[in-house]
């Protein structure tokens, strides 16, 4: 059983920053061998991936380079999102997704506000 727990939303003015943080219950090789990634759900939008930690290494939406970094710490588990000069347009729910075995795995999400 895979279980992923988001932390970290919150309302932040423009400019501001949040770290996002996802804690995995799984295996730790679970953790390990699979591929992390943020994605985000604004009001009336599709899901759009954020950013994500694969074997390859990380990728990013263009609306966030430079502002956002993803990183993972294998020893708790859990993967993170800094975000940096926030925009209300980064305003939305941040899900956590883990992809192994062919299976997607979905934390419940965190909102993330942000006022101008």
């Known amino acids: 059983q895979v279980q992923l727990v988001e932390s970290g939303g919150g309302l932040v003015q423009t400019g501001g920053s949040l770290r996002l943080s996802c804690a995995c219950a799984?295996?730790?090789?679970?953790?390990?061998?699979?591929?992390l990634g943020w994605y985000r759900q604004a009001p009336g939008q599709q899901r759009e991936l954020v950013a994500e930690?694969?074997?390859?290494?990380?990728n990013y939406a263009d609306s966030v380079k430079g502002r956002f970094t993803i990183s993972r710490d294998n020893a708790k588990n859990t993967v993170y999102l800094q975000m940096n000069s926030l925009k209300p347009e980064d305003t939305a729910v941040y899900y956590c997704?883990?992809?192994?075995?062919?299976?997607?795995?979905w934390g419940q999400g965190t909102r993330v506000t942000v006022s101008s």
């Open positions: 930690i694969t074997s390859g290494g990380t």
């Open positions: 799984a295996s730790g090789i679970i953790f390990r061998i699979g591929t």
């Open positions: 997704r883990l992809g192994v075995y062919r299976t997607d795995y």
